[in-house]
């Protein structure tokens, strides 16, 4: 996949979880802004319902991009045989991208009714979403092959390449400025404002100005790969425990969803089918 | 494995932590159907596989099921026929949500079997559906609901009538108000409304009543077999009860059937001529308006013009007239004898028009009480009034007959002595004329014998030119009982004694007229003797 086709990739999965959810909200606002007692004599109850056409549909829905996000990713990340169907890392974003929008229509599918022992089941969903993304952040801290494969400290050390024996035989930089910004970079975790010195010293030079954002590109590279050795250990850890509870709750979420399923259908309640 | 623990504990903290536990509803019930909240309830209303069925519902709401069993009611009503029952009443929206919402105001209340209309659409739900008109003690135990209400007007209308008309009030009333009752049409009625009766108001005849401590007004059980259940009977039961015989609906006044009226019957009893006379002639206005009959002035007129009028006050006529006319009275010689003439001797006998009606019309006053007040004076200029002053026939007559007369006739020049005494006024004085009429002769009658008496003598006796029949005969006794003989010249003795008188004193008749000679013209003897 290309840049420009993950680019696309991305935009299409952003523009569906934005479109979705703005159409949903914008369709249903006069409905789900409706407190509970009234709702029932609102126009679009008998589709907006729970159990109505679309209310119902939105958790079918919901839940099947959830189950598909989640099974996915898993099967992706766990079986053999599909470890070489595409980029992990796109992996993660189609499970990020279904695993938003289904408890965004599973939002609405509640229509903001959060009880009963489903409400236990939305409520992990909550935490497995709002986990989801505390887990993005720390995931993009561990720095990965670009199959997405975790490195290890030492593969991430030797990833770093010597800034200032570039620099200094690619730039006509004098002396002083040159160990100004290679002091920058191996202090860049402790320091902040040093990106600015840079700065400062590159205009002392006067470089041209693509030679300016070459060496900034490169000196911005050498913090942030700086920092993340810094941070690599703490953070492998807290992705340790990320993982009890983001794969927990998705688990509870999944299994009171399914008697919650059983419910409905027992009860009589079967969508179009 | 750890994972795996992990997991379960996860799970049942946040199973715990839920305030419900176990709970599969998806809300809160409302708050009629708060006590079927719980798991071990749910299959109440729902059937496993097949949502709500309207049979679960029935099966507790038996009231609804009963009436759509009978096809009544809105719920049997085409519009939710077929339709299950949670479209309409849903629930699992919380304690508060309205289980039973409806557009009140576009309610087409024709499908609950009673629709709205007049009066009746102006009223809010409330007004109609509430427990007091209830009468299901079951349903009336309900909090709320529009069942249990009645189609007849009673079940909500108070019975202003108090249970005496019919309880069927839409006979009479439409929907539109309660007064007046438009529909009523009295002619359907057992009283039919005719001639007057159409305009009085109703109030006249239906009044104001109380009944149960309540005012209302009294339509039935009016009594109208008889006219005076309502009107007064302002004859006080004289004519009885059945108006109608004189009467018409018309008007009081205009009197039917007049020839059966008993006037009998009335404070005036038509008798002798008054039942002959026209109504008309009486009530000359209306036959109803009342009329005075105390006195007989009160119809008719005084034809005495006041004449009896005593102290401003004319007694009645009844004192001297009948009903059987006014020609003749009443009034008795006793009466007439307290007033200043007392009626005596042929007064009594003689006829009052006599006195009374000397001229056209009757007269009773100041027609004097003198006798030629009445009687004519057949006297005047005849008899000097120094014998009967004033012209006072009393001084000779009295009212026994004109005939007796009792005059002191010696108050004249000729004293009545002997047979005068005898005889008859008339026989002096109503002499016969040659026509043999009587003359009435009082005055310048001379005292002498032959003024009334002829001279049956033949003037043998007349001396001096005048006849002096006293000379021989008396008044008590024409014939001469003692006439001495031997007084006249010529005397008798011898056989003259014996001898009858008419031997000497013949008849003799001289120019058609025989008297006895008594006188000759001398007395030799063959004067007589031959």
């Known amino acids: 996949m290309t840049k420009s086709v993950h680019i696309i990739y991305i935009t299409i999965m952003v523009l569906i979880v934005i479109l979705s959810f703005s159409a949903i909200v914008y369709f249903g606002n006069s409905y789900y802004a409706t407190s509970l007692e009234e709702r029932f004599f609102h126009e679009n109850h008998r589709i907006l319902e729970p159990k109505g056409m679309w209310g119902h549909g939105l958790g079918i829905f919901g839940s099947l991009f959830m189950i598909v996000g989640v099974t996915s990713y898993m099967a992706r990340k766990r079986y053999r045989f599909l470890s070489r169907l595409g980029l992990l890392k796109h992996w993660l974003e189609f499970h990020i991208f279904l695993c938003t929008l289904g408890p965004a229509l599973i939002l609405f599918h509640t229509a903001f009714k959060f009880g009963g022992l489903v409400a236990v089941s939305f409520w992990s969903m909550v935490a497995v979403f709002l986990s989801g993304i505390i887990g993005r952040f720390i995931y993009i801290q561990i720095p990965r092959t670009i199959e997405g494969r975790e490195l290890s400290l030492n593969e991430v050390r030797d990833m770093k390449s010597d800034i200032g024996a570039i620099i200094k035989s690619s730039y006509n930089l004098d002396e002083e400025s040159y160990n100004k910004i290679v002091e920058s970079t191996t202090n860049a975790s402790n320091r902040t404002g040093s990106l600015g010195e840079v700065k400062k010293v590159l205009k002392k030079n006067k470089l041209s100005k693509e030679q300016y954002n070459n060496v900034l590109k490169l000196v911005r590279n050498e913090i942030s790969l700086n920092r993340r050795i810094d941070r690599l250990v703490i953070m492998q850890n807290m992705f340790k425990y990320w993982h009890v509870a983001h794969l927990p709750f998705a688990l509870v979420m999944l299994i009171i969803m399914v008697i919650h399923i059983g419910v409905t259908v027992t009860f009589g309640f079967r969508w179009i089918f | ?530």
Not at chain 2, 84 to 106: A, L, M, Q, V, Y
Not at chain 2, 330 to 346: P, Q, V, Y
């Open chain 2, 1 to 530: 494995m750890k994972i795996g623990k992990i997991l379960i504990v996860v799970f049942f903290v946040m199973m715990l932590g839920n305030p419900l536990l176990a709970q599969i509803s998806p809300g809160e019930l409302a708050e009629v159907h708060a006590h079927l909240e719980g798991i071990s309830n749910c299959t109440k209303c729902h059937h496993l596989g097949e949502k709500v069925l309207n049979e679960n519902c029935l099966a507790c709401h038996t009231e609804i099921k009963s009436r759509v069993d009978q096809q009544k009611g809105y719920h049997a009503s085409s519009e939710v026929r077929g339709k299950e029952c949670f479209s309409c009443h849903n629930d699992h929206h919380g304690r508060k949500f309205e289980i039973i919402r409806f557009d009140k105001d576009k309610f087409d209340h024709k499908l609950a079997g009673f629709e709205l209309l007049g009066a009746h659409a102006k009223k809010t739900c409330k007004d109609c559906h509430k427990p007091e008109f209830i009468t299901d003690q079951k349903i009336k135990d309900k909090k709320f609901t529009y069942l249990g209400l009645n189609t007849a007007c009673l079940t909500c209308h108070e019975d202003y009538h108090q249970n005496t008309l019919s309880k069927k009030c839409d006979d009479c009333h439409n929907n539109d108000l309660f007064k007046p009752a438009p529909k009523f049409d009295h002619k359907k009625a057992k009283f039919q409304l005719l001639g007057k009766h159409q305009t009085v108001d109703c109030l006249k005849c239906h009044k104001i009543g109380t009944k149960n401590e309540k005012k209302y007004q009294e339509f039935g059980g009016v009594k109208f077999d008889n006219c005076v259940n309502c009107h007064k009977d302002v004859h006080l039961n004289k004519f009885g009860q059945d108006c109608k015989q004189c009467h018409s609906e018309e008007s009081f006044h205009t009197i039917k059937g007049i020839s059966n009226f008993d006037h009998d019957k009335t404070d005036f009893k038509l008798e002798e001529k008054h039942k002959t006379v026209a109504c008309k002639s009486c009530h000359k206005t209306n036959l109803t308006d009342p009329l005075k009959f105390a006195k007989c002035t009160d119809c008719h007129k005084d034809y005495h013009n006041k004449q009896f009028e005593k102290q401003g006050i004319s007694p009645d006529c009844s004192e001297c007239h009948s009903q059987k006319g006014f020609v003749g009275s009443s009034f008795t010689i006793e009466k007439h004898n307290t007033g200043t003439f007392k009626l005596e001797g042929a007064h009594i006998a003689t006829p009052c028009f006599e006195c009374h009606k000397k001229q056209e019309k009757w007269s009773f006053r100041e027609i004097g009480i003198r006798c030629n007040d009445c009687h004519e004076d057949i006297h005047k200029d005849k008899i000097d009034p120094k014998y009967y002053p004033e012209a006072d026939c009393k001084k000779c007559h009295d009212v026994e007959t004109w005939k007796k007369v009792s005059f002191d006739h010696s108050k004249t020049k000729f004293e009545l002595l002997g047979a005068h005494q005898k005889q008859s006024c008339k026989a002096c004085h109503f002499p016969k004329d040659s026509a043999g009429k009587e003359q009435q002769r009082f005055s310048g009658i001379a005292t002498s014998c032959i003024t009334c008496h002829n001279d049956k003598h033949f003037k043998q006796f007349e001396a001096n030119g005048t006849t002096d029949c006293k000379r021989c005969h008396q008044f008590n006794n024409w014939k001469i009982p003692t006439f001495d003989h031997n007084k006249t010249r010529f005397v008798l003795d011898g056989n003259h004694k014996n001898v009858a008188c008419n031997k000497c004193h013949k008849e003799k008749q001289i120019e058609q007229t025989t008297f006895v000679q008594y006188k000759f013209k001398d007395f030799k003897c063959e004067t007589c003797h031959r």
